[in-house]
């Protein structure tokens, strides 16, 4: 067993500035998606859509990014384009404030749809940076970064409301402001960036050599551990979009609660998701990706079946935390996964991983929602946690990655 002592001396090999530099990118970045399905009822009161073109608006911030990320992964990967970083944050917050001041609702559909897709540029390259700067550890470093994700998403409806109920549908602008100031601040960075990466991964070549481990091997890709780990984000993006699209509405219309209460399921949920995401990347670092990966999943479906089949608000709440950590610690180890599993081709895995695991599940809602019209809603929580049991299994199907060609 052998100690980690090469980390007392030389500079620090996770880099951290520019950790929390893409961590607060990302934070820019998702929190327009986070934000939209509390703007939603604003549209309805504000432009005067119906149901149907609100669920139009959140099928067009999902659909277009689920199927462009893996391209964008795939362009970082041919080449360094950090500039994609400044281009996706940019996009994504000025076609979010400009929502707030279209009534054309084409318009605001366009306007989300581009939305989508700049969160998608964002996502592989900035992930790539993240593998560069954090050769010394990993799952805390990807850690360190999704909590600007799961913040954004935490965070961004409580800005929402904050805004409209402050300044009207004009206070989307705030989005734009934001988004512009995050992007020039990228693009100053971006050299810097560049430089710290290249001087990491030469410092991960002279460890590899010294220590003989892995020295010298051409990195591989193993699609066939690929496919395995996309499977299981399939059924894990559709539990966790399940239970953020259905829990308040299980706890108002079966458990009998107020519509506060509901609601503040899933902001429990989002906050605690900052605190179990760093755990979850510690805890990767020192006991290994698949075992925490295995180990969150594992859990998740006896406390998310307390909490569906209880019948009780009270224990709905006590699993509150739980939920949170066993759906959030291992999100760093799914993209590390990824991007062990496709070593040549770290920015489409990271597409996948990181931007298709959040976006996917909004696809696979409407067909949850047509089996909880036609089932009801107790019926369609049980089926999540079918699915989260399938989830889990899934994850003891995937191999260690390849060390060679």
Not at 157 to 177: D, E, K, N, R, S
Not at 209 to 229: M, T
Not at 380 to 398: N, R, Y
Request: glycine share 10%; with cysteine; charged share 10%.
């Amino acid at each position: 067993m052998k100690t980690s002592t090469h980390h007392a001396k030389g500079p620090d090999p996770l880099n951290k500035k520019y950790l929390y530099l893409l961590a607060a990118a990302h934070l820019s970045n998702d929190i327009n998606t986070g934000s939209l399905p509390a703007l939603l009822p604003f549209f309805v009161s504000f432009y005067g859509m119906d149901y149907t073109a609100i669920a139009g608006l959140m099928f067009a911030s999902s659909f277009l990014s689920s199927i462009i990320q893996p391209l964008f992964g795939w362009l970082a990967d041919k080449g360094s384009r950090q500039w994609f970083m400044a281009v996706g944050v940019f996009f994504a917050g000025t076609s979010l404030a400009l929502t707030g001041f279209v009534t054309d609702y084409w318009l605001i559909f366009a306007a989300v749809t581009v939305m989508g897709i700049a969160t998608s540029i964002f996502h592989p390259e900035a992930a790539r940076c993240v593998n560069g700067v954090s050769q010394g550890a990993r799952g805390k470093g990807m850690s360190i970064f999704s909590v600007g994700g799961n913040g954004g998403f935490g965070f961004g409806p409580l800005l929402a409301v904050f805004l409209v109920t402050t300044f009207g549908m004009h206070g989307l602008a705030f989005y734009g402001i934001t988004a512009i100031a995050m992007s020039l601040l990228l693009l100053l960075a971006i050299p810097h960036l560049r430089r710290a990466i290249a001087a990491n991964q030469q410092k991960a070549q002279e460890k590899a050599a010294a220590e003989s481990k892995d020295a010298g091997q051409p990195a591989v890709n193993d699609w066939h551990a690929f496919g395995r780990l996309f499977v299981v984000i399939l059924f894990r993006s559709t539990v966790f979009t399940g239970i953020s699209s259905f829990l308040p509405l299980f706890c108002i219309q079966a458990l009998g609660t107020s519509e506060a209460i509901g609601s503040m399921t899933l902001s429990i949920i989002s906050i605690a998701g900052v605190a179990a995401t760093l755990f979850g990347g510690w805890f990767a670092d020192r006991h290994g990706y698949r075992r925490t990966l295995r180990l969150g999943n594992f859990l998740l479906v006896p406390f998310l079946a307390i909490a569906v089949f209880s019948g009780s608000i009270y224990a709905v709440y006590a699993m509150l935390l739980p939920l949170s950590f066993a759906m959030l610690a291992p999100y760093s180890s799914f993209v590390v996964i990824g991007q062990e599993y496709l070593a040549k081709n770290i920015g489409f895995a990271s597409g996948v991983t990181l931007g298709i695991s959040m976006s996917i599940g909004g696809v696979i809602a409407p067909a949850l929602g047509r089996y909880a019209d036609i089932y009801g809603i107790t019926a369609v929580m049980g089926l999540l946690v079918l699915l989260a049991a399938i989830c889990a299994g899934a994850t003891f199907l995937l191999p260690a990655r390849k060390r060679n060609a």
